[in-house]
């Protein structure tokens, strides 16, 4: 089959890696235009464009798709280019823009969406981040028929995978990239001969995981202790949980539940295993921290460069 891929970041660039090592004839891939970043803030190329100028894979990257919007010449192209594919199918990885009916229609099977959850639980755009955050035991991959809602397609495949007791966001989006990157080859092979099967979403279990926002990165203290740990698994690598001291922004990376108690945010033990604080229930001990423009650091080595002493007070990040 010929596949049009649509897709920005790493998690989308795992995906394409496995459809072309499957063997799938990939004449076009969209991709978000690039973007600055880095210390330089020069233009850099998605992590999907990468790969397929890697491979010779001609390449568009619209600023939008709606033929009356407000990019109407880049979607013209845009389309120019994916009716020229001839496409059976179009997979869809994280791209980042909203696909109109017309793309919906143009491949012969449709687009196939590759979503890191368990549908409908965590429709949106932070599905990985928001289980972590809720507690969940279990997340997945879902295949889903894309139509013009949001998230709300038909299921063709999922696959459940255990989020562990110490998954972060970046160690759980790994293994869900690689889950995905399989699941959409085998509805691939399955789709052609013929054999997917739609199956529509359940009404009931429905949640919506919201776009990341840096400001949810402050922790608040007055929380409890299990809450704050999970925000902070959450939170890595974006945007980073964050407390104050001293009027110094500190980012904590690694919090263990503690024994104590005490005022949320008030230092309780200070040592080589971490330091310890007060929450609303409970205590956390962090365990790996930074500073403004430094490195991760564990606790003991932390504490050698910027002293904490019990009764001092965390608070909000500045």
């Known amino acids: 089959?010929?596949?049009?891929?649509?897709?920005?970041?790493?998690?989308?660039?795992?995906?394409?890696?496995?459809?072309?090592?499957?063997?799938?004839?990939?004449?076009?891939?969209?991709?978000?235009?690039?973007?600055?970043?880095g210390r330089g803030m020069k233009l850099q190329a998605s992590p999907v464009k990468q790969l397929a100028l890697e491979r010779g894979i001609a390449v568009a990257q619209p600023r939008g798709l709606r033929?009356?919007?407000k990019y109407p010449d880049?979607?013209?192209?845009?389309?120019?280019?994916?009716?020229?594919?001839?496409a059976d199918a179009m997979v869809v990885a994280a791209y980042g823009l909203i696909l109109p009916r017309w793309v919906l229609d143009a491949p012969r099977l449709g687009c196939l969406n590759i979503h890191a959850s368990l549908l409908p639980r965590w429709r949106g755009a932070a599905p990985i981040h928001r289980a972590i955050e809720a507690g969940d035991t279990q997340t997945g991959v879902t295949i889903m028929q894309m139509d013009e809602g949001l998230d709300t397609g038909a299921m063709l495949l999922r696959e459940a995978l255990p989020i562990r007791a110490d998954d972060t966001t970046a160690r759980l989006h790994d293994r869900l990239a690689t889950l995905g990157g399989r699941?959409?080859?085998?509805?691939?092979?399955?789709?052609?001969?013929?054999g997917?099967?739609?199956?529509?979403?359940?009404?009931e279990g429905i949640t919506y995981a919201h776009k990341i926002e840096k400001a949810e990165a402050a922790i608040d203290w007055s929380l409890p202790a299990a809450v704050i740990e999970r925000r902070v698994r959450a939170f890595d690598p974006f945007?980073?949980?964050?407390?104050?001291?001293?009027?110094?922004?500190?980012k904590v990376?690694?919090?263990?539940?503690?024994?104590?108690?005490?005022?949320?945010?008030?230092?309780?033990?200070?040592?080589?295993?971490?330091?310890?604080?007060?929450c609303g229930e409970q205590a956390l001990r962090l365990t790996q921290l930074q500073r403004a423009g430094g490195k991760r650091l564990a606790a003991g080595e932390f504490l050698r460069g910027f002293p904490i002493t019990p009764g001092q007070r965390l608070g909000a990040a500045a």
């Open 253 to 278: 990376w690694a919090a263990q539940l503690a024994d104590g108690a005490g005022e949320p945010g008030s230092v309780l033990d200070v040592g080589d295993r971490g330091i310890t604080v007060a």
């Open 67 to 69: 033929l009356d919007g």
């Open 183 to 194: 699941l959409i080859v085998e509805a691939l092979e399955i789709a052609a001969c013929g």
């Open 196 to 203: 997917l099967r739609a199956e529509p979403q359940p009404a």
């Open 74 to 86: 880049d979607a013209a192209a845009a389309r120019e280019a994916i009716v020229a594919a001839q």
């Open 1 to 37: 089959m010929k596949i049009l891929f649509a897709g920005t970041p790493e998690f989308a660039r795992a995906a394409l890696a496995h459809v072309l090592a499957a063997g799938f004839d990939v004449p076009l891939v969209l991709t978000q235009p690039d973007r600055p970043a």
């Open 239 to 250: 945007p980073g949980a964050s407390t104050a001291l001293a009027g110094e922004a500190i």
